[in-house]
């Protein structure tokens, strides 16, 4: 298609076809020679004047219009017969987004008001409004384990009621939250998920069908899925969250990472018993990296809304490459009539 070292904006699926357009230059050559030869034969009326009358007042440019216009229409059904492709961005027709939010005990803090829970809450709950009905969302929740509390559905009513329902808990297992959200996701893809459960993986029966054979993609390159994780910590327990993201990775899952709260550090202290919390910026901006996704911080209820605002429109629209033969060619096909149209006009005839 394009042996370039660059990615020209347009590329062309048949590009053998282009040879035509070297048609248009001899299209012009003939249309010049056709004026002087029609200029010689006028040349031999014995008066001028009658050439003029029967050409009657028009504008000069008026005779070169239709040609012109007729010319590009060829121009473009050239182009169109290369069959041009261009990366141009389009809403997606189907989708699925796994809410991983955590519910860590440090969710309770009220640095970003009214408290860090009520604000991821009320923000997820408008990303959700704001998504298209036919992008399905699942919610999973993390602590110290890691739970789906819906899965994957086009009701927005079943997701806020799971938004609701968020129990907070002790300890923060970032890797299992994406662990989770990649099974919740390719469920038939026999992930992994003895370090989540603390059990131990059984062993096959007999009679049950193998694992599928796992082929790892380039990061970012699954386009019906993705990941958007919260949290206002660092890893206490659970799977790395580094070698989580390594398996979003492979699977081409990108995971949008949001931490809200805390960067220095604080103590915060509820209900007797005191603790010390930390965002782990450098993980989440890793987990993004790695899964060609963003990571954005959200130190205010504000921020975080308009986070999720952003995330949303990012979200249902992706970047393809498209062919555009059926542009060129309408345009093609439009210059034809309007030069056909404008010849009867003035004229009285197409040609």
């Not at 079943?158 to 994406?178: K, N, P």
């Amino acid at each position: 298609m394009n042996d370039l070292p660059f990615k020209l904006p347009v590329t062309f699926l048949w590009p053998e076809m282009l040879w035509g357009l070297i048609a248009v230059p001899l299209l012009v050559l003939l249309y010049v020679w056709l004026l002087r030869r029609r200029k010689k034969s006028s040349l031999r009326y014995a008066s001028l004047g009658l050439v003029k009358e029967a050409m009657g007042k028009s504008v000069a440019w008026r005779r070169h219009l239709p040609p012109a216009l007729l010319l590009t229409a060829i121009t473009a059904l050239l182009i169109a017969a290369g069959r041009p492709a261009a990366v141009i961005t389009l809403p997606t027709a189907e989708k699925t987004i796994v809410l991983a939010i955590d519910v860590s005990g440090s969710m309770r803090a009220t640095d970003v008001q009214p408290d860090r829970m009520t604000a991821a809450k009320e923000a997820a709950k408008a990303f959700v409004a704001d998504l298209p009905r036919t992008v399905r969302i699942a919610v999973v929740q993390f602590a110290g384990t890691a739970a789906v509390v819906q899965a994957p559905t086009l009701s927005r009513e079943d997701v806020v009621a799971a938004i609701e329902r968020f129990q907070l808990q002790r300890g923060t297992a970032i890797g299992s939250g994406i662990v989770l959200s990649l099974a919740t996701l390719f469920p038939d893809a026999g992930i992994d998920l003895s370090q989540i459960t603390g059990q131990r993986e059984m062993p096959p029966a007999p009679g049950d069908k193998p694992k599928p054979v796992f082929t790892p993609v380039p990061p970012g390159s699954y386009g019906s899925a993705a990941i958007i994780l919260l949290t206002d910590g660092q890893r206490t327990t659970g799977p790395d969250p580094v070698e989580a993201a390594k398996m979003a990775a492979d699977r081409g899952v990108r995971v949008y990472t949001v931490g809200i709260g805390t960067k220095e550090g604080e103590t915060i202290g509820f209900e007797g018993w005191s603790m010390r919390v930390r965002l782990d910026e450098d993980t989440l901006k890793n987990i993004s990296n790695m899964t060609r996704a963003d990571y954005y911080y959200a130190g205010t209820a504000a921020d975080l809304k308009q986070v999720y605002q952003g995330l949303s429109t990012r979200l249902i629209v992706e970047k393809k490459e498209t062919e555009i033969s059926a542009l060129f060619a309408a345009a093609g096909a439009l210059l034809v009539v309007l030069a056909a149209g404008l010849s009867v006009w003035w004229f009285g005839r197409v040609a």
